[in-house]
Structures are given as structure tokens and as C-alpha cells.
């Protein structure tokens, strides 16, 4: 299983939220490169970066972070957050992502979603499924829809998507332990999903369990920069 990390940014900076809250933010560094940086020397290869501005913006802002990232590193990163037009994921490719999440617009426009797959190819696109109650949530988590998460999932398959960040929301940002009896759901009904876990992550042992039960990759951001997790740790877990 892969270890990503995320970053998370507002203004240029890492910050981290609680539960999508932007009112909760904290601020841990002011310079994301660096950070990429401590990431790759622990043997980490993926980074999930999340421009925050652009997801409240509703258009991609943070872009030259991402290009420095991408092109002072050796990680790949999938980049979310605000993504709304051809424009928007034209430019997330040309700045260096190596592949796109998108969340509320694959709920909310999805033609325009499925034509992103089409013209990039699926491997290039991850689906975004944040989760109240098995329930699809929107806009930052700011809106629950009436979507249930096993028909999103189903219905986004047959257009070939097989990586999924699955994020359950009440557990975002709490430190509390991953949603690991909704992970073995998911895996049950999609064994073949590339499934990567988000959201509660606290210690080595949650991620031992996401390991285990055969998610892809989980996703960590609070955890490592709260110490609770070590770069360390991380490189022997690889």
C-alpha cells in the first residue's frame, strides 16, 4: 500500500482543516516545496495536493505550487481542488500534475467529468468520493446529495475509472482512526477498485489496518504533521 501524503493549501501555504471547516485552519508550513521535499527523502513517492483556494474559488489558483513541486521532485501528484473547467485541468496537466480528483463536479457535471476521462484517459483521472452516511457529499463538504456512494461508484465504473480517494467526512481531520468498516465494504463490492483511503488516519497502526484489509494507498496529512506519525516510521513502512 502507498503512503500519500497531503498538502493542503490556502495562500501558498500548508494548512490543514477539520471536517472541511475552513474557520478550523492551521497553518504548519509556509513552504510546501520544502515539505514535498522531507516527503521524497523518506522514500515517498505520491503527493495529494489539494488547492483549498481554488476549491472555494470554484477555479484552480494555486497552480504555481504545483509546478514548482512537480518540477523540483521526483513525486507524482494528484491534484484536486477547484477544478471546474477544460481550462482549469488543462492547466493542472500542464503545471505538472500526474493525475486530477474530481469530487463535486463529478456529481454535479457529469458530462463534462466523463469528457476529461475520454480526452486524458482513465488512468490520468481519480474520482472523489466524500462520504456522510454512504452518502455523497458536494461543494466542500458543504452539501449532502442524495447519492448513494455504491451507485456513484458503479456508475463511474463502466467509464473504466478505477482509482478512488474515498474520504469519510465525519472522520476528516479528527485523528481519530480511519473508516475502515466502510473501506471493506467498498472492497467487497469492487475487489479490482484502486482504492485509496482518506481521512482519520492517526497512527502506523490505522495505516496497518488499511494495509491489510487491501486498500491501494491512504492518504495522511494531520498525523504527520501533529508527530504523530514520523517521516521515519513511513520509510520503514515501504
Not at 130 to 136: G, T
Not at 142 to 157: A, I, R, V
Not at 185 to 208: N, Q, Y
Request: net charge negative; with cysteine; proline share 2%.
Amino acid at each position: 500500500m502507498k503512503i500519500i501524503p497531503a498538502i493542503d493549501l490556502i495562500g501558498g501555504k500548508c494548512v490543514r482543516l477539520t471536517k472541511g471547516d475552513y474557520d478550523t485552519k492551521k497553518e504548519y508550513h509556509s513552504d510546501p516545496l520544502e515539505v514535498a521535499k522531507n516527503f521524497e527523502g523518506a522514500g515517498i513517492e505520491r503527493l495529494h495536493l489539494v488547492d483549498l483556494d481554488g476549491a472555494k474559488a470554484g477555479k484552480i489558483i494555486n497552480y504555481k505550487v504545483l509546478e514548482r513541486i512537480a518540477s523540483k521532485t521526483g513525486l507524482k501528484i494528484d491534484f484536486g481542488g477547484g477544478l471546474r473547467t477544460d481550462d482549469d485541468v488543462r492547466i493542472a496537466f500542464e503545471s505538472g500534475a500526474g493525475q486530477i480528483t474530481g469530487g463535486s463536479i463529478a456529481v454535479k457535471n457529469r458530462p463534462l467529468f466523463e469528457s476529461w476521462i475520454a480526452k486524458y484517459g482513465p488512468d490520468k483521472i481519480i474520482l472523489g468520493a466524500d462520504v456522510i452516511d454512504e452518502k455523497i457529499a458536494v461543494s466542500g463538504w458543504q452539501e449532502t446529495s442524495s447519492l448513494d456512494l455504491y451507485e456513484f461508484l458503479e456508475s463511474y465504473w463502466e467509464t473504466g475509472l478505477r482509482e478512488v480517494i474515498c474520504t469519510d467526512v465525519s472522520k476528516d481531520g479528527m485523528l481519530q482512526g480511519a473508516a475502515t468498516e466502510l473501506y471493506k465494504k467498498m472492497m467487497e463490492r469492487f475487489p479490482d477498485m484502486r482504492l485509496i483511503a482518506s481521512g482519520g488516519v492517526a497512527t502506523m497502526d490505522d495505516l496497518h489496518e488499511l494495509s491489510e484489509i487491501g486498500c491501494f494507498g491512504a492518504i495522511t496529512g494531520k498525523a504527520i504533521y501533529e508527530g504523530r506519525i514520523s517521516l521515519r516510521e513511513i520509510e520503514r513502512f515501504h
